[in-house]
């Protein structure tokens, strides 16, 4: 298991792996199901081997899932992970509703804005890409500056590993990088709005792996 994903409601939380799909279950653990919903008995055929991890999924299904987002009404799940693509499903209908792609590598974070305005998502090439959830088409990007380490093969770029939106303000996304580095972007005019960097207890810096704005206080960010 790569990641977890509470839905806005509370009702499901979304869980997402190797295997290449979303489970969702109820708080109490029952499995509520799976997206894509194959058959765990498939042939040894359809499997495929990760080359980062070492693990196997259904490749015929989904490629692993590092990332999960729900929507603000819980109808449809964002995922994310070694494709450079972010699928979209309706949970109501369990289908996949549409693919959001422009990244040049594997997608790490991704995430809804208030008001299902955009989904951005994020990734080893170090870009913050926004999609309207409705046509699908890129409508906004913004690109971190060169960092000193980079977890991609695009030479000068730290990949990002976790976006969050603030519940206080509409259009400020947060996001964690490999350069060590907590980053705040201004959504609306699609520009970096400050940069926080973190050091290790030796003075190096230290990758970031998560960032996430405070439900209460409107200025702090963890």
Same mark, same amino acid.
């Given at each position: 298991m790569h990641c977890i994903q509470w839905s806005p409601t509370n009702g499901?939380? %979304?869980?997402?792996g190797a295997d290449g799909r979303a489970h969702l279950l109820k708080p109490s653990?029952?499995?509520l199901g799976r997206i894509p919903d194959a058959s765990p008995e498939a042939s %040894? &055929?359809?499997?495929?081997? &990760?080359?980062?991890?070492g693990t196997t999924s259904l490749s015929s299904v989904a490629p692993p899932i590092r990332a999960l987002a729900f929507s603000k009404g819980s109808r449809y799940l964002a995922s994310a992970g070694a494709a450079a693509e972010v699928t979209i499903w309706d949970l109501k209908r369990k289908s996949k509703l549409k693919s959001l792609v422009g990244h040049a590598d594997a997608?790490? %974070?991704v995430a809804y804005s208030p008001g299902d305005q955009h989904v951005a998502s994020a990734g080893r090439e170090g870009r913050v890409i926004l999609h309207s959830p409705v046509s699908g088409l890129v409508v906004g990007e913004m690109q971190q500056a060169p960092g000193a380490s980079t977890s991609s093969g695009l030479s000068g770029f730290s990949g990002i590993a976790a976006l969050h939106y603030s519940?206080? #303000? #509409?259009?400020?996304?947060?996001?964690?990088s490999a350069d060590g580095a907590v980053r705040v972007w201004d959504t609306g005019v699609r520009r970096l709005a400050a940069t926080l960097s973190t050091l290790s207890e030796t003075g190096n810096t230290s990758a970031v792996n998560d960032a996430r704005f405070s439900p209460a206080a409107p200025n702090v960010l963890a």
């Open positions: 499901a939380l %979304a869980c997402g653990g029952e499995l %040894a &055929d359809l499997y495929a081997r &990760d080359t980062e991890t997608v790490a %974070a519940p206080h #303000r #509409r259009q400020m996304l947060a996001s964690a």
